[in-house]
């Protein structure tokens, strides 16, 4: 298995442009989120998701949408990056929401500008 | 707004000494876990406790749970180099779907 995978490592955008934030897992887990962390403040949720085509919203949702539209994936989108957006962004899955642990991706560092 | 508050923020400790990290938390909790991240990198499950247990090993690892005071602690014993990383308490409060994190200990082994 691959586990929790994400692309693309780095991203450098200015702002009011768009992008996506690909999360995809193979481990057939039912639940999916995104965090940001920035300095100082640990992790934060900003989006998740309890199974396909059913997303909700976390503590910092603003600016960013999501959906889900098959078990696998779990896109983040920026519709228009903003400074303040600036973080590292983690993706993470588990098998259910409220037992088990969650498997972390490797991290998208990115730069608004 | 966060759920867990680890303390200290920082600890330093020479290789074979025993490390210990605190979270507190504030409303009700189904379970609580504990992660560790190594710089640059994504996070790691170490352990999950239940609101039903009071305490769990694994390896040199020990975690606490006490409901009543709303707080757990992380005991890593006979601490290594490779121990250095930041370690962040997560729970998953009662009837909610989010696992929300605190902020992290920074943990620093001296070889």
């Known amino acids: 298995n691959a586990g929790v995978t994400q692309t693309p490592k780095f991203q450098v955008l200015k702002t009011g442009q768009s992008m996506t934030l690909q999360c995809a897992q193979d481990?057939?887990?039912?639940?999916m989120s995104w965090y940001r962390q920035d300095p100082g403040m640990g992790l934060r949720l900003i989006h998740y998701?309890?199974?396909?085509?059913?997303?909700d919203q976390g503590e910092v949702p603003n600016g960013y949408n999501v959906s889900r539209s098959t078990t696998e994936d779990f896109p983040l989108r920026l519709l228009s990056a903003a400074p303040s957006q600036t973080s590292v962004y983690f993706c993470?899955?588990?098998?259910?929401?409220?037992?088990?642990?969650?498997?972390f991706g490797p991290g998208t560092r990115l730069t608004v500008t | 707004s966060q759920q867990g508050e680890e303390d200290p923020q920082a600890l330093s400790i020479q290789e074979g000494e025993n490390a210990t990290m605190n979270c507190s938390y504030k409303?009700?909790?189904?379970?609580l876990q504990w992660y560790r991240q190594n710089s640059g990198r994504g996070l790691v499950h170490l352990i999950l406790?239940?609101?039903?247990?009071r305490e769990k090993h694994s390896g040199r690892l020990r975690v606490t749970l006490d409901t009543s005071k709303k707080s757990s602690s992380l005991l890593i014993t006979a601490s290594r180099a490779a121990d250095t990383a930041s370690y962040f308490c997560?729970?998953?409060?009662?009837?909610?779907?989010?696992?929300?994190f605190g902020k992290g200990t920074k943990l620093t082994v001296n070889p």
């Open positions: 993470a899955s588990s098998y259910t929401y409220d037992r088990d642990e969650q498997y």
């Open positions: 481990m057939n887990h039912e639940y």
């Open positions: 998701s309890v199974g396909a085509g059913i997303t």
């Open positions: 409303t009700s909790i189904n379970n």
């Open positions: 406790i239940r609101s039903n247990e």
């Open positions: 997560a729970t998953k409060q009662g009837g909610s779907e989010k696992l929300v």
